[in-house]
T-cell receptor, first 113, second 111 residues
Framework: AQSVTQLGSHVSVSEGALVLLRCNYS??????LFWYVQYPNQGLQLLLK??????LVKGINGFEAEFKKSETSFHLTKPSAHMSDAAEYFC???????????FGKGTKLSVIP | DGGITQSPKYLFRKEGQNVTLSCEQN?????MYWYRQDPGQGLRLIYY???????QKGDIAEGYSVSREKKESFPLTVTSAQKNPTAFYLC??????????FGQGTRLTVV
């Protein structure tokens, strides 16, 4: 069974600082990987996804993530945090050939002015 | 516009009452899902369906029921057997090995 681990349930950064949200997956076969963002009382919105090909994936709102098979990681980064980035972020994986998504427990990002 | 519509946005349930949450999608996705979200616990899968007239239990199916009579619709019933139903419920759909699209959620409160 797949599992997704997000390190840190709560991360705080200053406005303009680097954002780094960590995600590790466990799978015997490289999965498909996703990052979602959730604003309060709303659904989840896809930020970016990795399926195959280029390991550095660019998403919306200036976010990007790098798939590192050797480290089984898919960390999310943004060079400069903005107040509007304050939200909860979820990492998820899906096995190739599978419908089912496995989610991490989420990381709440706070941005300090 | 294509998307997933959940209704209602807010729902109040009395003790011992069954309530049904609606989820409709026009994305022509085969798979649909129901998740429950509680603070600090992430998303927990209740039920999912990969095809019409078929569905499977997720991690926390007890006290819930679903149906999938149409490809577009996947309603969730929270029964009186669910002892702690107050939560935020999210419906999603996906195509094969692809990202899930989410509705805006229904917040259910027991009164």
């Amino acid at each position: 069974a797949q599992s997704v681990t997000q390190l840190g349930s709560h991360v705080s950064v200053s406005e303009g600082a680097l954002v780094l949200l960590r995600c590790n997956y466990s799978s015997s076969v490289p999965p498909y990987l996703f990052w979602y963002v959730q604003y309060p009382n709303q659904g989840l919105q896809l930020l970016l996804k990795y399926t195959t090909g280029a390991t550095l994936v660019k998403g919306i709102n200036g976010f990007e993530a790098e798939f590192k098979k050797s480290e089984t990681s898919f960390h999310l980064t943004k060079p400069s945090a903005h107040m509007s980035d304050a939200a909860e972020y979820f990492c998820a994986s899906a096995g190739a050939g599978s419908y089912q998504l496995t989610f991490g427990k989420g990381t709440k990002l706070s941005v300090i002015p | 516009d294509g998307g997933i519509t959940q209704s209602p946005k807010y729902l109040f349930r009395k003790e011992g009452q069954n309530v049904t949450l609606s989820c409709e999608q026009n994305l022509n996705h085969d798979a649909m899902y129901w998740y429950r979200q509680d603070p600090g616990q992430g998303l927990r899968l209740i039920y999912y369906s990969q095809i019409v007239n078929d569905f499977q239990k997720g991690d926390i199916a007890e006290g819930y029921s679903v149906s999938r009579e149409k490809k577009e619709s996947f309603p969730l019933t929270v029964t009186s057997a669910q002892k702690n139903p107050t939560a935020f419920y999210l419906c999603a759909s996906s195509s094969y090995s692809n990202e899930a699209f989410f509705g805006q959620g229904t917040r259910l409160t027991v009164v």
